[in-house]
């Protein structure tokens, strides 16, 4: 498809670059180019953006952070639109509650929550995704989940055009599981319910999960975060770790010698790199532990 298919996004309130690489926009440092890609400044440019896709039958995705992708070396056809920069709206509403657009990153409303003097999102302080992103995956670390504090949802209905408030608690949210998974919907911001909390224990608790998020984790290494679902009987780090797995690489792609359920981007890896170690790890922890383990990671081949 050529780009002048595209320049009807122009007349949008937002930015469109064509041939946009992905791995700038992604955790991973890894991915080929978008055919066109979009950032909304408003919800309205983000409702005609998906309905000129749909009207001309051009495959659209969705991006927030991009801190739980990994992106084929070859980029994705079609619109990809990034809601992370473009919808960053964020205020509170009362009663303890935040309403933040999807594009907003969690840093930036954890550190929000706290300037209200508001507890329960110290949880979310150091996973670097988005609000629309830890809504759609049921984000969590540290006992903590994003559905403990989800108040409602903004979705935009790409069949009817259409944006409602869904109820978090009308939805079927489970670890690492959401109806937007599998709905079609896109999240276009979301409502928080917070308690009223002291700042300086909220600022010592996110200090803390944070010192222990860098004392544990691989952060040195672009990655997106844990590669693998918690299995139903133990932890996937630990089995992947007693299958003598730390090490393991493939091209620029490594299971981190840190933390087992990372793998990690030494600075050179493609996804066919990153594939075939996930691939690796998994045959040889179901030989061994005779567990399947689920990938969290997104992936857009």
């Keep these: 498809m050529s780009a002048e298919r595209f320049e009807a996004l122009k007349a949008l309130n937002g930015t469109l670059t064509f041939e946009e690489p992905l791995k700038g926009h992604t955790s991973f440092k890894i991915g080929g180019p978008a055919e066109a890609f979009f950032v909304p400044e408003t919800e309205e440019a983000l409702k005609k953006a998906v309905a000129f896709a749909k009207t001309n039958g051009i495959p659209c995705r969705i991006l927030g952070n991009g801190s739980n992708l990994l992106v084929s070396d070859d980029g994705v056809r079609g619109l990809v639109i990034m ?6 709206a964020l205020e509170t509403t009362g009663d303890g ?6 594009g907003v990153s969690l840093k930036r409303l954890c550190v929000f929550a706290l300037e209200q ?3 329960g999102l110290e949880f979310a302080y150091g996973i670097p995704g988005s609000v629309g992103g830890a809504v759609y995956m049921n984000a969590g670390a540290y006992g903590g989940e994003i559905k403990t504090v989800l108040s409602s949802v903004r979705v935009l209905d790409p069949a009817t055009g259409e944006i409602t408030e ?7 949210i489970s670890y690492r599981h959401t109806p937007f998974m599998t709905n079609g919907l896109i999240i276009t911001g979301a409502a928080f319910r917070l308690e009223a909390g002291d700042r300086t224990e909220i600022r010592a608790k996110m200090d803390e999960l944070l010192g222990r998020r860098k004392a544990s984790q691989p952060l040195t290494f672009p990655s997106a975060g844990s590669t693998f679902k918690r299995p139903k009987n133990g932890y996937a780090a630990a089995m992947i770790d007693e299958c003598g797995l730390k090490g393991f690489s493939v091209g620029g792609a490594e299971v981190s010698t840190k933390h087992a359920g990372f793998v990690v981007n030494k ?3 493609t996804c066919k790199d990153v594939l075939a170690v996930i691939d690796g790890v998994r045959k040889t922890v179901l030989e061994q532990k005779e567990t399947v383990l689920e990938t969290e990671v997104e992936i857009w081949e």
């Design 97 to 102: 509650r935040i309403f933040s657009a999807a």
């Design 166 to 172: 869904l109820d978090a608690g009308d939805l079927d």
């Design 267 to 269: 600075g050179d890896a």
């Design 83 to 88: 809601l992370s920069g473009g919808l960053t």
């Design 117 to 119: 003097g508001l507890t």
